[in-house]
């Protein structure tokens, strides 16, 4: 938050009220001069004091603290389109999520949940392809 927003929001705020700097400051049980500091940006409320601003001025602190967001409505806000990577993620985790599939694959490593899913999603002749890519990994790694 800008010291210098809040501080022009707290005097803003006080003397739309017709508060004096002395009431506030009584309000929070702090010293005038320490209050003066808030509008001047000289210090910063505590979140106690903010706390107690807003209900004085009965505001949110996100209002208070203007964090509160205005939406454009002519701008479009949408989400960006979700990654492959993140795609194949959701599917792996709800896979391995699913019941039937937490007890079958409980023994199994990461990496063999990983070739497991994709092994699966794969048509018959590619996993027939597949395996025998294997076979001629398995007989160039005994060599």
Not at 39 to 48: A, I, L
Request: hydrophobic letters at 35%; proline letters at 3%.
């Amino acid at each position: 938050m800008n010291k210098k927003l809040l501080s022009s929001r707290l005097k803003e705020l006080r003397t739309v009220h017709g508060y004096t700097q002395d009431y506030v400051a009584s309000v929070l049980g702090i010293a005038r001069q320490t209050y003066s500091h808030y509008e001047t940006g000289k210090r910063t409320p505590s979140p106690d004091a903010l706390f107690k601003l807003a209900g004085l001025y009965n505001i949110s602190v996100d209002d208070l603290m203007q964090l509160t967001i205005k939406v454009d409505r002519d701008v479009s806000y949408d989400a960006p389109a979700p990654s492959q990577t993140s795609i194949d993620l959701e599917g792996f985790i709800e896979y391995f999520n699913k019941s039937n599939n937490k007890k079958k694959f409980q023994f199994f490593s990461v990496l063999e949940k990983k070739l497991y899913y994709y092994f699966d999603l794969l048509s018959e002749k590619d996993k027939e392809e597949i395996i025998e890519f294997i076979k001629v990994k398995l007989r160039n790694y005994k060599n």
